[in-house]
């Protein structure tokens, strides 16, 4: 009995400790990204890698989803001899839901994985004792590039995820299920206000700065994990958790912007 | 050629997603870069329910303007209705505005009917004549409960 209620008191603490040193990470990194002097290559450095290098998986991710709401959409409105509104069914679910959360899910697993797992490699190694060492600020060269690079990858990514899905909509809606293709484009014009497109760009931002927060916590504090393990298996580890987290923690704050800002 | 570096890259990628945010802000969002030319006019209705801000406003069935807001006159109770008309079309002050539907579960839009009158309707003119939204609820009861 008495053990059950220490662990519960250890498993609070902990819980605690790391979640004060998520806010003393996010302020010291904020404070690094305000701070100059001002480094533009790093930043320019890690958009090509969290960016540029997901502009494929997000293509073709897009693609698929676009089409996949376009075929649901036309065989569920047909039903009600609506298929006219079928563009504005897939601009708005694109907009509003589906766009942000789909890039962000995109974006942990191929580079939130890829941040936590390089960072956590470094703090393995001892690269980031070393940098302390040349007296180089590990938060203003490691981390704050990432955090700016990831606020401006994700809702570029997230607008071109948009319009690709939109096409993908326009692929099995208007050329192969014969919905007409003005009805299509006019429909979504009138139906998508300046609210939605800003609920889409907050919402990106927000995921943007979720994601890579994670990824870096995680990483840059594998030592005081409380699993203890080292090596490479505490890099496998810490970098599972920080997918997770993510990902969990995207579809759960979708839910609060959302219901936040759209009542 | 030139192989492509990682600023050009990069460059591409950030012009790549401005190009698609801009897109969607100017033909969805209602963000006019060039002010299209139109011209206020109100109109007051019974009841518009079902009416949006945004909703189209149709003339033989072409789209001439939106509605701009709507507002409660609390004196009279009736819906006050501000409409952007395209400088394109001019209307007569004995024009009709009618809310509809577009299909049965459509939106509502506002149709306009020109009427036969020689003088014109002025920026800021109020269209008398109008025609409420009708109610499939309320014309279903008034035939079950009245054909007693």
Known sequence: MRGMIEKTGREFLYLLETIGRMGIFFTTTLGNIL?????????????????????????????????????????NLKQFGSE??????????????????????????????????????????????????MA????????????????????????????????????????LLGVAEGAYFQGMYDSVVWADIRLCLIKSLIFGLLIVWIATFKGYFLHLDRSGVFGAEGV???????????????????????SLILS | MKKMNLEMIVGLFLLAGFASFSWIAIKMG???FFMEDSYPVTAR???????????????????VGKVSSISLDS???????????????????????????SGIIGDRYIKLTPGGSEEFLTPGGEIVETESSISLEE???????DSK
């Open chain 1, 35 to 75: 701070r100059p002097p001002y480094h533009p290559y790093p930043v320019i450095r890690q958009v090509y890698l969290i960016g540029s290098r997901s502009v494929i998986v997000i293509l073709v991710t897009g693609l698929f989803t676009g089409l996949v709401l376009g075929l649901q959409g036309y065989h």
């Open chain 2, 45 to 63: 209705f019974v009841s518009i329910s079902g009416l949006k801000e945004g909703a189209v406003v149709e003339l033989a069935g072409v789209k």
């Open chain 2, 30 to 32: 209602d963000i006019k």
């Open chain 2, 139 to 145: 014309l279903v009861s008034k035939y079950i409960f």
């Open chain 1, 236 to 258: 496998s580890r810490i970098t599972t958790d920080a997918v997770v987290l993510a990902s969990v923690t995207i579809l759960v704050w979708d839910y609060l912007i959302g």
């Open chain 2, 75 to 101: 004196s009279e109770y009736e819906a006050v209705v501000k409409l952007n008309i395209s400088d394109q079309v001019q209307l007569q002050d004995d024009s009709i505005a009618s809310i509809r539907t």
């Open chain 1, 136 to 175: 180089i600020d590990p938060y203003k060269y490691l981390i704050a590039p990432k955090f700016i690079a990831a606020l401006i990858s994700l809702p570029v990514l997230t607008f071109i995820f948009n319009i690709v899905g939109i096409l993908g909509g326009y692929l099995a809606g208007v050329v």
């Open chain 1, 84 to 133: 006219e509104l079928l563009g504005s069914a897939v601009a708005l679910s694109l907009i509003q839901e589906l766009g942000p959360v789909l890039t962000a899910l995109m974006v942990i697993g191929r580079a939130g994985s890829a941040i936590c797992a390089e960072i956590g490699i470094m703090r393995n190694s001892e690269q980031i004792d070393a940098l302390e060492c």
